[in-house]
């Protein structure tokens, strides 16, 4: 079965950090783009960034620029997103999502998408 | 950036009618190398994380109902569900992929009247 679990989110003061972890599972992670989504509690989605299959292309939104950095481990089939410098309104469940599968492209729809898991920024 | 607004916000709509979910970008997002419109729709149901739906614009996600058809093009698009069952309370979101920051329409709610 195609699988993403996220971990890592908790209760976090402001100024601290958290890493995030997504394991993949079911398909061969090394060769897709993968991104990570935020939805702030009983908001919509906003995307945060995303990363190609061999880290040589990275993106930010402009939100977490210079704070997140988004990586993976192709061998361990998990993707990451350091948190620093968190500040309240990163509050927010937290998505990883894999981009459809497509060679030879950059831009997709997200196909597959966990569970999320909850990023709570407050003193 | 790309704004991306949804209308309406929320809709209800009786059993086994037809619904219908606008969403519109502030730029177009049709690629006019390869004819193709850079967007998705998905629905989300409470507590859990999105189902894509619909991309480039039209195409039916495998194992999505045919009841849902997505159209458009260019800047302006539509989510079409053609007779409404229970199951399809969510709320809806349309995404643009055409350039980043990818950017998602605010949301609109399905309701059953």
């Known amino acids: 079965e195609v699988q993403l679990v996220e971990s890592g989110g908790g209760l976090v003061q402001p100024g601290g950090s958290l890493r995030l972890s997504c394991a993949a599972s079911?398909?061969?992670?090394?060769?897709?783009?993968m991104h990570w989504v935020r939805q702030a509690p009983g908001k919509g989605l906003v995307w945060v960034s995303r990363?190609?299959?061999?880290?040589?292309?990275?993106t930010y939104a402009d939100s977490v620029k210079g704070r997140f950095t988004i990586s993976r481990d192709n061998a361990k089939n998990t993707l990451y997103l350091q948190m620093n410098s968190l500040r309240v309104e990163d509050t927010a469940v937290y998505y990883c999502a894999r981009r459809r599968p497509r060679v030879g492209a950059t831009n997709d729809a997200f196909d597959i998408w966990g569970q999320g898991t909850m990023v709570t920024v407050s003193s | 950036d790309i704004a991306m607004t949804q209308s309406p916000d929320s809709l209800a709509v009786s059993l086994g009618e037809g619904a219908t979910i606008n969403c519109k970008s502030s730029?177009?997002?049709?690629?006019?190398?390869?004819?193709?419109?850079?967007l998705a729709w998905y629905q989300q149901k409470p507590g859990q994380p999105p189902k894509l739906l619909i991309y480039w614009a039209s195409i039916r996600e495998s194992g999505v109902p045919d009841r849902f058809s997505g159209s458009g093009s260019g800047t302006d698009f539509t989510l079409s569900i053609s007779s409404l069952q229970a199951e399809d309370v969510a709320v809806y979101y349309c995404?643009?992929?055409?350039?980043?920051?990818?950017?998602f329409g605010q949301g609109t709610k399905l309701e059953i009247k």
């Open positions: 079911g398909f061969t992670f090394s060769t897709f783009w």
């Open positions: 730029q177009s997002i049709l690629f006019n190398s390869n004819n193709k419109n850079y």
């Open positions: 990363i190609n299959s061999d880290e040589s292309s990275i």
């Open positions: 995404q643009q992929y055409y350039d980043t920051p990818y950017t």
